[in-house]
């Protein structure tokens, strides 16, 4: 690959405890954020004012208006890995289909047509190769610089067209997720209980955000069983670390393997929740739990919600949910959204 007259950026996605990279090469994007103030440039006084984040409008003001039709992108994960190699195409964008990539707002969008890809072996190089720090930064380094020199890419790979963008989704309010929940069962009073409950959550969280974040217990107690209580889960048919499980859901008494209903595995507030599905799915395939019909995993304001089909679970959600960001459907996890979630994590939910 030819970088004659060429510059390139190197782009981090994430960090080596959770990454984001396969959304990127899934889409064609490299993503920044944060993105809840709006659009490049309109969010810098918000970013500079409310946040103080000074570096990060120099890191998004180089994303959104430096890197340039046809300079070369990679894809990096700490300082040693690379995980794709692409083209920049296209300009600017501003996308609400990314402001939540498992817990991640990074509603700041670039168009890459990765011609690369490290398909789960990246290309690794000595610590330090790239440099660490901003997401977005030109690169200077000769072991890099020679190692693309050397791929060989097929012409069909800078032919072929630009992946769609993720699209569709919606924002929904209480009243439209409170109809839905009524028209599947859920009777009113337990609607009112759990719009009440949501809202004190949220408070709950907004409040560790301006002071510290809770640990994993805290996370259980404060967020994710209240939530659950209010969605109909009794204390009877909820058991806290039970046989390693963070809480455990039955459909019925006693509390034993043949009754297990929902394991639910949680992560600290603000963590990658998602990355908790193979922990969640090996204690719900346990011999004699072959009935747990549900996986739950959350950081206490996000739910990934999976159901056993065919005996198995699959790798990406059946439905997700942010408290703070109810949306009708999850596009880049090809899933349902709040709606569905809330329901899936209710007693009032069993398979037609």
């Keep these: 690959m030819g970088l004659t007259g060429k510059r390139v950026w190197q782009v981090a996605a994430g960090d080596t405890n959770r990454d984001y990279a396969d959304v990127c090469l899934e889409w064609d994007v490299i993503l920044n954020g944060p993105g809840e103030e709006g659009p490049w440039p309109t ?37 040693t890995d690379v995980l794709g190699v692409g083209v920049a195409a296209g300009e600017y964008l501003w996308s609400q289909e990314f402001g939540d990539v498992d817990g991640w707002d990074l509603a700041h969008v670039r168009r890459v047509k990765w011609v690369w890809k490290a398909n789960g072996t990246p290309q690794r190089f000595d610590t330090y190769t790239m440099k660490l720090g901003d997401t977005v930064q030109l690169a200077d380094s000769k072991p890099l610089f020679g190692w693309i020199s050397t791929l060989d890419i097929a012409a069909s790979e800078f032919a072929r067209p630009i992946a769609d963008l993720p699209q569709g989704s919606r924002e929904i309010d209480w009243k ?59 204390p009877q048919k909820m058991a806290i670390e039970w046989a390693n499980v963070d809480i455990a859901l039955f459909r019925q008494l006693p509390r034993e393997n043949g009754n297990l209903e929902v394991v639910v595995e949680a992560k600290k507030k603000d963590r990658a929740c998602l990355t908790a599905r193979s922990q969640a799915k090996a204690y719900a395939e346990q011999p004699g739990r072959e009935r747990c019909n549900r996986l739950v995993v959350t950081d206490g304001l996000r739910y990934g919600v999976y159901l056993r089909h065919d005996g198995g679970f699959r790798e990406t959600p059946d439905a997700y949910l942010n408290l703070t960001r109810m949306r009708d459907s999850y596009p880049i996890l090809g899933c349902a959204g709040a709606r569905d979630a809330l329901l899936l994590l209710s007693t009032d939910w069993a398979r037609v």
């Design 43 to 79: 969010c810098r006084e918000a970013l500079r004012g409310d946040w103080g984040l000074t570096r990060k409008i120099s890191d998004l003001k180089r994303f959104a208006e430096e890197i340039a039709e046809g300079d070369v992108v990679v894809l990096r994960l700490g300082t």
């Design 176 to 234: 439209e997720i409170s109809e839905y929940l009524f028209d599947h069962g859920v009777a009113s009073n337990s609607i009112e209980r759990l719009g009440t409950e949501i809202h004190e959550l949220v408070r709950i969280s907004r409040w560790y955000q301006r002071t510290k974040s809770p640990s994993e217990h805290e996370t259980v107690a404060y967020l994710a069983v209240p939530l659950l209580r209010a969605l109909g889960w009794t």
